[in-house]
């Protein structure tokens, strides 16, 4: 992928407030959700928080195959990311995530059992803006 | 669902400008790509433009079985239908969906062949907002 196109992909991860991520559900439906997004490490990896005994959890332990879309509804410009989720739920990077207004979703606090970490590693990705549209590997 | 719920979702679907449809992609992943929100019947049938070379069709044509999603992140609400695509290049649903601008991508008009319509059909949802968070059936 060109440089540029790539620095705008990367721009429009960093600034969306919410991506949605795609799973494979039962009966070989996908799914997908609004995650919140907190943290990233360029457009390799991503972390989510959500509860442990969610839909999304069990479907993610059962297949890890998965995608992440990122849009800008102004500008016409999309991402979506190809790769893998996990599910941990290491105290660093539980307290990494954590933010003001997290204990209305997991009570018990930051070591709330129902509080666990979704992190995706992508492999591969697709970028367009109107017409451009490219796909690329991330290594 | 109760009243109040269906009718929030309705209204969710109704004045979101895009929609995210997922799909089944190659080697098991699901795929996920922001859709402009044309038409809908209720929160049953929803219809959608693409290119007819698009890589979505191709998916659609291999496997029906996809996911529409809303969402407002202000209000932190979220709509997850779950349904059946297909494609159809009907000349009247065509006409419907046409709008100024379209000349973009489908440079030959109404009927440049390369102009298709996805029909999405809802068969079961997920609504929530907050933490209200209930699954219902269309029948």
Same mark, same amino acid.
């Given at each position: 992928m060109k440089k540029k196109q790539f620095r705008k992909a990367l721009e429009l991860s960093r600034r969306s407030k919410i991506c949605m991520l795609g799973t494979n559900g039962p009966e070989g439906y996908p799914y997908a959700k609004a995650m919140l997004h907190l943290k990233q490490n360029g457009l390799k990896e991503f972390w989510f928080s959500t509860n442990t005994s969610s839909r999304r959890v069990k479907q993610i332990v059962k297949d890890a195959r998965s995608c992440l879309c990122f849009v800008d509804q102004d500008s016409i410009e999309g991402l979506m990311l190809l790769g893998h989720t996990r599910i941990t739920q290491e105290a660093s990077i539980r307290e990494v995530l954590?933010? *003001? #207004?997290c204990e209305k979703y997991y +009570?018990? #606090?930051? *070591?709330? +059992?129902d509080y666990s970490v979704i992190r995706f590693k992508a492999f591969r990705g697709n970028y367009y803006h109107g017409l451009c549209n490219v796909d690329f590997d991330l290594k």
């Open positions: 954590w933010f *003001e #207004g +009570p018990r #606090g930051v *070591e709330d +059992p």
